[in-house]
């Protein structure tokens, strides 16, 4: 049998044909290597995002994200958190990564699932956005070309 491969406007017409809740019916995905890093205890975007149309206002996002993150600290203990906006508004966040006691680095392999409804098929950019928990101590993402990914897929309604 041919394998028949559709493109945006077929995707749009089976969508609305009926495909069963749960069908994933597309997947983006985007890769980072850059170092993102922060002293600032207020959120800062981590120049990590990706962007996704959705077929149809009822499709649901799974948003998954996964990365590094490290902190650093002098004679403080020190955090990181870790937020992801949908647009302007945040969505979901993880507080208290890469905990560190005193002095020298806490580093943590970090994985993140969230299931959001945008209710719209305008195109849609998740980002993510990091802060330090102690100002001016250091906070990490994507440190020494550790890999953070984020995938989007949408899922029939």
Same mark, same amino acid.
């Given at each position: 049998?041919?394998?028949t491969? @559709?493109?945006?406007? /077929?995707? $749009? *017409?089976? !969508? #609305?044909? %009926?495909?069963?809740?749960?069908?994933?019916?597309?997947? &983006?995905?985007?890769?980072?290597?850059?170092?993102?890093?922060?002293?600032?205890?207020?959120?800062?975007?981590?120049n990590k995002?990706a962007?996704?149309?959705?077929?149809?206002?009822?499709?649901?996002? @799974?948003?998954m994200? /996964?990365? $590094? *993150?490290? !902190? #650093?600290? %002098?004679?403080?203990?020190?955090?990181?958190?870790l937020? &992801?906006?949908r647009?302007?508004?945040?969505?979901?966040?993880?507080?208290?990564?890469?905990?560190?006691?005193?002095?020298?680095?806490?580093?943590?392999?970090?994985?993140?699932?969230?299931?959001?409804?945008?209710?719209?098929? /305008?195109?849609?950019t998740?980002?993510?956005?990091?802060k330090?928990?102690?100002?001016?101590?250091t906070?990490?993402?994507?440190?020494?070309?550790?890999?953070?990914?984020?995938?989007?897929?949408e899922?029939?309604?």
């Amino acid at each position: 049998m041919a394998l028949t491969k @559709l493109n945006n406007a /077929s995707l $749009s *017409a089976v !969508t #609305s044909a %009926g495909l069963p809740s749960g069908t994933v019916l597309q997947v &983006v995905e985007s890769k980072y290597t850059s170092d993102s890093s922060t002293t600032s205890n207020s959120y800062s975007d981590a120049n990590k995002e990706a962007t996704i149309t959705p077929s149809s206002t009822s499709s649901k996002i @799974l948003v998954m994200m /996964s990365g $590094s *993150a490290r !902190t #650093s600290s %002098g004679n403080v203990q020190n955090a990181m958190s870790l937020q &992801v906006l949908r647009g302007t508004t945040a969505i979901t966040s993880m507080n208290n990564l890469a905990y560190n006691q005193l002095n020298g680095y806490a580093q943590e392999s970090i994985s993140l699932r969230y299931l959001d409804t945008p209710a719209t098929t /305008s195109a849609v950019t998740y980002k993510i956005q990091i802060k330090s928990n102690v100002n001016g101590q250091t906070s990490q993402l994507s440190h020494d070309g550790c890999l953070t990914q984020i995938t989007l897929m949408e899922i029939a309604g």
